[in-house]
Nanobody
Framework: QVQLVESGGGLVQPGGSLRLSCAAS????????MYWYRQAPGKERELVAS????????NYADSVKGRFTITRDNVKRTVYLQMNNLKPEDTAVYYC????????WGQGTQVTVSS
């Protein structure tokens, strides 16, 4: 049974940093790309970043390029999203996503950027 559990969200001031984690279980973690999405109030869920199974290929939404970094630790079965220079428009619920035949989602973690 695939499970994804996010953690690391919180309240941060503009310009601050947070690191999100997503612990995965129930599938061969290293064989699958992993994704971070976010959904702000009243908006559609959007793809933020992705990383290949081995970690060698990453992609980012234009809005976060140069500020966010996605990484993974295949031994710990965890994917991370390091978020630097956070802006109020980064405020959203952040979700981890795995596409193992069907799409699986974690429960989400709230990130609020506000002074």
């Amino acid at each position: 049974q695939v499970q994804l559990v996010e953690s690391g969200g919180g309240l941060v001031q503009p310009g601050g940093s947070l690191r999100l984690s997503c612990a995965a279980s129930g599938f061969t973690f290293s064989s699958y790309a992993m994704y971070w999405y976010r959904q702000a109030p009243g908006k559609e869920r959007e793809l933020v970043a992705s990383i290949s199974g081995a970690g060698g290929t990453t992609n980012y939404a234009d809005s976060v390029k140069g500020r966010f970094t996605i990484t993974r630790d295949n031994v710990k079965r965890t994917v991370y999203l390091q978020m630097n220079n956070l802006k109020p428009e980064d405020t959203a619920v952040y979700y981890c996503n795995a596409r193992v035949i069907i799409w699986y989602w974690g429960q989400g973690t709230q990130v609020t950027v506000s002074s």
